[in-house]
């Protein structure tokens, strides 16, 4: 049974730091791109950040500058680390990963979710 676990959310004051890791468990034989997402009350998802297996990344223009995504391919884990954070940051961060291949079937790839972890930015 594959999972992915976060943890590293929490409240920080405006200008300051967290990280956020997300790890995959279970009989993985590869996983594809790997990304974070984030939803406020009355909006849709938003995609933060992506990072393929091979360390290309995207970042949405809001965070540019003061968000990096990196991956452990080795511990099928993936980062966020988040500086100068602002109000407008506060959501559920949500980890996803795309194209992930069980041993038990390494020709179907499938989308899986993070549970979601609160990051608040408040004074």
């Known amino acids: 049974q594959v999972q992915l676990v976060e943890s590293g959310g929490g409240l920080v004051q405006p200008g300051g730091s967290l990280r956020l890791s997300c790890a995959a468990s279970g009989s993985i034989f590869s996983i594809g791109p790997m990304g974070w997402y984030r939803r406020t009350p009355g909006k849709q998802r938003e995609l933060v950040a992506v990072i393929t297996s091979g360390g290309s990344t995207n970042y949405a223009d809001s965070v540019k500058g003061r968000f990096t995504i990196f991956r452990d391919n080795a511990k099928n884990t993936v980062y966020l680390q988040m500086n100068s954070l602002k109000p407008e940051d506060t959501a559920v961060y949500y980890c996803?990963?795309?194209?992930?291949?069980?041993?038990?079937?390494?020709?179907?790839?499938?989308?899986?979710w993070g549970q979601g972890t609160q990051v608040t930015v408040s004074s």
């Open positions: 996803n990963a795309d194209d992930l291949k069980s041993y038990a079937t390494p020709r179907r790839g499938n989308t899986y």
